[in-house]
C-alpha cells in the first residue's frame, strides 16, 4: 500500500530559526510526493514536489524538501522561518498503482512564534 | 483565471436530504479530484476524473456521486445524507503530463449534517 505520514501534529519554531516538518513514505519503486500548505479557511497550495533528481527539491516561499530513499523521508525545509509561514502543511503520494490517485498525510500545524 | 471555484461555502443538512456540491475551473485541467477533510486525517480522495465522460473511485467513494458532462464542471452528489458525512469538501484540478500532481484547490465547501 502507498502512504505518507507526518509523526508530528504540531511543531512550533521560532520567527528567523530554521524549520523542519518531517513525512516519511512507504511506497515501493519511485515514489513522486508532494508538499502542500493550507492558510486559515483556504484550500491547499502546492509548495513543491520530487519526482526524480536531485535531492534537494527548491519549490515557493522559500521551502525546500530533501528526499532520502534510505529513511523514506521527505523533509519540508525552511532556513529561515517567518510568521507567515505559520498554517497547516500536508505531505502526499502519487499511487504507485493509479497514478491518477494522491494519498495525503494527516497533517502538521506550524506555528511560527515571533 | 478564477481558478476552482466551488459552491456553496457553507451548507447544514438534515439526515437523509441529499445535495450537490458544486465544482468548476476555468484552466482547462483534464483532471479533476473530490477530497474532503476530517480533523487530524488529511484529505481523503472520494472521486476523480481524467476527462469528460470518465470518473473512477477514490479511497471513500459510499454515499457520493459524481458526473463529469465538461471539461470545467465536476460536481459531487450526496444522497440520502449521513452525520459521517459532515466534513469540509475540496475540488482540485490539474492538468496532465509533467505537471500531473499539481493540484489547483478551491476554498471547500462546509457541510454539517444534522
Known amino acids: 500500500a502507498q502512504s505518507v505520514a507526518q509523526p508530528e501534529d504540531q511543531v512550533n519554531v521560532a520567527e528567523g530559526n530554521p524549520l523542519t516538518v518531517k513525512c516519511t513514505y512507504s511506497?515501493?519503486?519511485?515514489?513522486?510526493l508532494f508538499w502542500y500548505v493550507q492558510y486559515p479557511n483556504r484550500g491547499l497550495q502546492f509548495l513543491l514536489k520530487?519526482?526524480?533528481?536531485?535531492?534537494l527539491v527548491k519549490g515557493s516561499y522559500g521551502f525546500e524538501a530533501e528526499f532520502n530513499k534510505s529513511q523514506t523521508s521527505f523533509h519540508l525545509k525552511k532556513p529561515s522561518a517567518l510568521v507567515s509561514d505559520s498554517a497547516l502543511y500536508f505531505c502526499?503520494?502519487?499511487?504507485?498503482?493509479?497514478?491518477?490517485?494522491?494519498?495525503f498525510g494527516s497533517g502538521t500545524k506550524l506555528n511560527v512564534k515571533p | 483565471n478564477a481558478g476552482v471555484t466551488q459552491t456553496p461555502k457553507f451548507r447544514i443538512l438534515k439526515i437523509g436530504q441529499s445535495m450537490t456540491l458544486q465544482c468548476a475551473q476555468d484552466?482547462?485541467?483534464?483532471?479533476m479530484y473530490w477530497y474532503r477533510q476530517d480533523p487530524g486525517m488529511g484529505l481523503k480522495l472520494i472521486y476523480y476524473?481524467?476527462?469528460?465522460?470518465?470518473?473512477d473511485k477514490g479511497e471513500v467513494p459510499n454515499g457520493y456521486n459524481v458526473s463529469r458532462s465538461t471539461t470545467e464542471d465536476f460536481p459531487l452528489r450526496l444522497e440520502l445524507a449521513a452525520p459521517s458525512q459532515t466534513s469540509v469538501y475540496f475540488c482540485?484540478?490539474?492538468?496532465?503530463?509533467?505537471?500531473?500532481?499539481?493540484?489547483?484547490f478551491g476554498p471547500g465547501t462546509r457541510l454539517t449534517v444534522l
Open positions: 482540485a484540478s490539474s492538468s496532465p503530463g509533467p505537471r500531473l500532481g499539481e493540484q489547483f
Open positions: 511506497v515501493s519503486g519511485n515514489p513522486y
Open positions: 520530487y519526482i526524480t533528481g536531485d535531492n
Open positions: 502526499a503520494v502519487r499511487g504507485l498503482y493509479n497514478f491518477n490517485k494522491f494519498y
Open positions: 484552466m482547462n485541467h483534464n483532471y
Open positions: 476524473s481524467v476527462g469528460a465522460g470518465i470518473t
